[in-house]
């Protein structure tokens, strides 16, 4: 018996704090809440690594950046990891992707038997950290803070003029789908850009929130000075000092992202409503690759395990999963073994290798059976950092700062780092305990500057002479488009008719 067709919809920087259960009630966006109602909402989600490239390879694979070797937004996803589009290919299933995976290197499918669309970033290695060189910042190509000072309306930007792309792609290949030339089940991945920065909105929706009470960020900035460790490097990242901020221009900002959700939640209707009008089922999931802290703390955009950057919305609608909330911390790295379950898909073969875990039984009131783990190694960090979320807990680990703990069901602002007080030493070598038996930092570490100094030298003998980027080049067949005098047009016409006959 074949498996339901699966609808996968992934926004990019979407901060899962505004996703409790749901899209909070004062966000415009009526198609996602539609979604959520039924749909299993879980509430704690987080992301393998809070960056582009490493947490879409993560959850594409169901493996963390250590297993992936995808470090950071220029590191190579290798063509022998399997990803959920391989084992549903292998399974009989039809897999095409419309949109943005970040996926860097000469394989630009892994696993899709058709794409739709270019990516918006680049996928050769031009964007490689370099740990030989804390503190230094590569200004063409690491944020800065000018996507907050430059917050506003357009009606065209790069990243509008992708997303719709995407869209009008997505909503074309549903009815192509529903056409019935292909009697497999289908696996479409739609994967858009925003709301990620810049923060700049259609003026339809950026007059949405004009009065909107959430423009400034919950809890006060925390000076610079007194920022931790990673977070101070994340700050000077973004050239902090070479923008003053003011507090207009962090409402702004926030109002520009508000404005690309509910942009957002229309291009995803627009795909929901071609499948409702073919008449098609499919089991949909919604999610982000990561968050963004959005200003609350003082900082923005991603890099940290603070729970605006790292914590992501998750939501799955399928046959016998009831609708609702689960509040158990979940991964994103989790949604390969959930999708392998419900399309009745083994893994046995790659399992020991796999990080995630069926999210099916904990859908249905199972407890989880490992703390949620993520990962960063990429800009903004001179070493690896590890974090552990275990059941209220939050643990930070990196070789080169001081540990930090959180109390996330008394603290969820993580304002209060407990890794210092005598009360929670327990809690502390614990939490310490499970992340040294899962993380050598000192080889970890190793891997990443040895991954760094092969794709440099790589990078600047690829940018001698004739250049062959690796970017995806989208070819569109012409000759079987429309109408073509190798084809029937009476068979054509009534072929390409949805529904036929009525």
């Given amino acids: 018996m074949p498996g339901p067709n699966i609808l996968i919809l992934m926004v990019d920087q979407l901060n899962g704090t505004l996703w409790p259960d749901g899209p909070a009630d004062w966000l415009h966006a009526p198609n996602l809440r539609r979604l959520a109602d039924r749909s299993v909402r879980f509430a704690n989600a987080y992301t393998g690594s809070p960056l582009c490239a490493p947490g879409r390879a993560s959850f594409m694979s169901g493996q963390l950046p ?3 070797r995808v470090y950071d937004n ?9 990803t959920y589009a391989h084992h549903l290919r292998r399974a009989g299933y039809a897999t095409c992707l ?6 860097v290197g000469p394989d630009q499918l892994h696993g899709f038997e058709e794409r739709l669309t270019t990516d918006i970033y680049p996928a050769d290695f031009g964007w490689t950290p370099d740990y030989r060189k804390p503190g230094e910042r590569i200004d063409w190509w690491y944020h800065n803070l000018g996507s907050v000072t430059g917050a506003g309306v357009a009606e065209i930007s790069n990243q509008l003029e992708y997303d719709d792309e995407v869209a009008h792609h997505a909503v074309a290949k549903v009815y192509d789908l529903a056409r019935g030339a292909d009697d497999r089940p289908w696996c479409l991945t739609v994967s858009f850009t925003h709301p990620h920065d810049p923060y700049v909105a259609r003026r339809r929706y950026w007059d949405l929130y004009a009065d ?5 960020p919950p809890g006060a900035a925390i000076p610079f000075e007194a920022q931790d460790a990673h977070s101070a490097r994340l700050m000077e990242a ?3 000092r070479a923008f003053d901020i003011t507090p207009d221009h962090v409402r702004r900002a926030r109002q520009g992202y508000f404005a690309n959700i509910s942009y957002l939640d229309d291009r995803i209707g627009e795909i929901l409503a071609a499948l409702e009008a073919t008449r098609q089922e499919a089991v949909v999931v ?3 690759d990561h968050g963004d802290m959005l200003g609350e703390r003082g900082l923005w955009f991603k890099m940290s395990f603070f729970e605006g950057s790292a914590r992501v919305p998750l939501m799955i609608a399928a046959p016998g999963l009831a609708p609702g909330r689960v509040d158990t911390p979940v991964s994103t790295i989790d949604v390969l073994p959930t999708l392998a379950e419900i399309a009745g898909v083994s893994l046995d073969e790659v399992m020991p290798w796999t990080d995630g875990e069926s999210l099916v039984a904990v859908a249905q009131g199972a407890e989880r059976t490992a703390p949620v783990a993520i990962e960063y190694a990429a800009e903004g960090s001179i070493a690896p950092l590890v974090c552990l979320r275990d059941g209220r807990w939050k643990y930070i680990r990196c070789a080169a700062d001081p540990d930090m703990l959180f109390d996330l069901g008394a603290d969820p602002g993580e304002r209060v780092n407990l890794a210092g007080d005598p009360a929670h030493a327990g809690t502390l070598s614990a939490l310490r305990a499970k992340s040294q038996a899962r993380w050598d930092l000192a080889a970890y570490d190793a891997e990443v500057r040895e991954s760094q100094a092969r794709r440099r030298v790589v990078y600047e003998a690829l940018r001698n002479g004739a250049y062959y980027p690796w970017d995806f080049q989208p070819l569109q067949k012409a000759s079987e488009r429309y109408m073509r005098n190798h084809m029937d047009l009476n068979v054509l016409e009534e072929f390409k008719r949805f529904p036929r006959g009525e």
Avoid: Q, V, Y
């Fill in 212 to 216: 909107c009470a959430h423009l400034d």
């Fill in 238 to 240: 973004c050239d902090f």
């Fill in 66 to 68: 250590r297993r992936t």
């Fill in 286 to 288: 919604f999610l982000s």
């Fill in 74 to 82: 220029a590191a190579e996803f290798a063509s022998d990891i399997p």
């Fill in 98 to 103: 419309s949109g943005k995976m970040h996926f």
